[in-house]
């Protein structure tokens, strides 16, 4: 584990993490935090960037790369971190445990007050 990742999960943060171990956005629905998957215009929230779960073509958001959050068969999916402990995973498979679907992950966000 990186040492930005213990330190997110020290400082009790909100956030998704690839199973290649790349941070892969804040969980938060401020859309102008530069982290935040909700911001269109960042790393993490534009449909257009390779570390963006929303970019269809990314190894994060494509729906048949291994780390997607949109591949319904991957066993690899970001992992959720909710204020600084491994909550589930973000994937649209439906057989992992503790799974929220990437499409309702702002509701989500919203119900656990991010």
Known sequence: M?????NRIRNRESFLLAADGNF?????TNIY???S????????GSRYS??????QYSQYGSQYALYSAYNQYTMSPPVIYLKGVKYGYLTKN????NHVDPDYIVNWMRQNNL
């Open 50 to 55: 390779a570390r963006s779960i929303w970019n």
């Open 2 to 6: 990186t040492t930005d990742i213990a």
């Open 37 to 44: 998957i909700c911001n269109q215009y960042g790393v993490y």
């Open 94 to 97: 439906t057989y992992k445990l």
């Open 33 to 35: 935090d530069v982290e």
């Open 24 to 28: 892969v956005g804040k969980l938060t």
